[in-house]
Nanobody, 117 residues
Framework: VQLQASGGGLVQAGGSLRLSCAASGSGFGSMVMGWYRRPPGEQRDLVAS???????HYVDSVKGRFSISRDNAKNMVYLQMNSLKPEDTGVYYC????????????WGQGTQVTVSS
């Protein structure tokens, strides 16, 4: 499985961005997909995840502002980011986790999101 993230950029505080992640290969529909963020000088942490049934999870700092979604027919996962804050700045990574059998995690390349104040 290969993951290709896109959609990052520079935006002013209060603005919006939509990140996209295209997956190639088989098994996308059963994978848990996630978006991670690595702020400058910090570790990479989970921002949001979505299961195959559409159930989602968000870190508290983005609840009510970010929305994760997936289109299994197109092998795509999205992260709609609204009301962006400077602390949302970082490199965003798309991930896919195979949960059946031995867990396997796939990672895409990061896309930079910079929120100016």
């Amino acid at each position: 499985v290969q993951l290709q993230a896109s959609g990052g950029g520079l935006v002013q505080a209060g603005g919006s961005l939509r990140l996209s992640c295209a997956a190639s290969g088989s098994g996308f529909g059963s994978m848990v997909m996630g978006w991670y963020r690595r702020p400058p000088g910090e570790q990479r942490d989970l921002v949001a995840s979505i299961r195959s049934d559409g159930s989602s999870h968000y870190v508290d700092s983005v609840k009510g502002r970010f929305s994760i979604s997936r289109d299994n027919a197109k092998n795509m996962v999205y992260l709609q980011m609204n009301s962006l804050k400077p602390e949302d700045t970082g490199v965003y990574y798309c991930s896919g986790l195979v949960v059946a059998g031995t867990p396997i995690a796939y990672w895409g390349q990061g896309t930079q999101v910079t929120v100016s104040s």
